[in-house]
């Protein structure tokens, strides 16, 4: 007897066939044109330090007011973004990311589109905020949980949520409210909207090949240590969910 999460997948199989490796490719591109942007403003900004420092210690700074200033803000995002900032690069790929929160979240394909809009959202509303490989696998889990609680009627609980995601409970409240106050809780998605952001989807995917099938037999590893959503026995979860 198949369990709610492998009757999930079967139901929508023809879906997910199509949109999972389409998101994946179309997230990725993303992320590897804003890994390229950061690396320039990083290249950019060694510049203008090394500068900068030589004007102050010209001015008779010390060392220590010359580091203090040139260490002021995060180069890896705006300040208010903080929390999703991955210090080292997960080890887990897109892909199995994107796998893992089908198999363990019965998130439905609409909730991965949705978190993709979201995602848009918040991008289009903080031009300094890039989506590059340190911050792009929270924000993903934030966009996807906030989808998950406004389009499906049965969902984790944050805290089985987060085992999935790689993260601890208390971090995925924050990055839920963190995510949704930065969009002005701007989370209604009309159908027109939706039609439109599919269709762009698809336009998108032309010509791309796509896998003959997306196994999900083998449950990759989260980006950070947590308990294996099996052992753990996640259960489906209604009404408030943190």
Request: hydrophobic share 40%.
């Amino acid at each position: 007897m198949l369990s709610e999460s492998e009757s999930l997948q079967l139901k929508h199989a023809e879906e997910y066939q199509f949109l999972l490796p389409t998101l994946t490719y179309a997230l990725q591109h993303t992320i590897t044109a804003h890994d390229e942007m950061l690396a320039q403003e990083k290249e950019r900004r060694r510049d203008e330090i090394s500068k900068l420092k030589k004007t102050l210690l010209e001015q008779n700074n010390n060392d220590e007011t010359c580091n203090a200033v040139l260490n002021a803000g995060n180069i890896l995002c705006p300040s208010v973004f903080e929390c999703f900032i991955t210090p080292d690069i997960p080890a887990v790929t897109l892909l199995e990311y994107l796998k893992r929160i089908i198999k363990y979240t019965y998130a439905s394909p609409s909730v991965l589109l949705v978190a993709c809009m979201y995602i848009d959202r918040l991008l289009s509303r903080w031009e300094g905020l890039l989506f590059h490989t340190q911050v792009a696998f929270k924000l993903i889990i934030a966009a996807v949980r906030i989808a998950s609680k406004v389009l499906d009627t049965r969902t984790l609980n944050n805290k089985d949520f987060a085992v999935v995601g790689g993260v601890s409970n208390e971090e995925l409240n924050e990055l839920e409210l963190h995510f949704i106050a930065n969009i002005d809780y701007d989370v209604y998605v009309s159908a027109e909207e939706f039609g439109v952001y599919a269709s762009d989807l698809v336009d998108a995917a032309a010509g791309k090949p796509q896998p003959s099938s997306i196994n999900f037999d083998r449950a990759p590893q989260p980006p950070a240590a947590g308990d294996s959503p099996a052992a753990s026995s996640p259960t489906p979860h209604g009404g408030p969910r943190r």
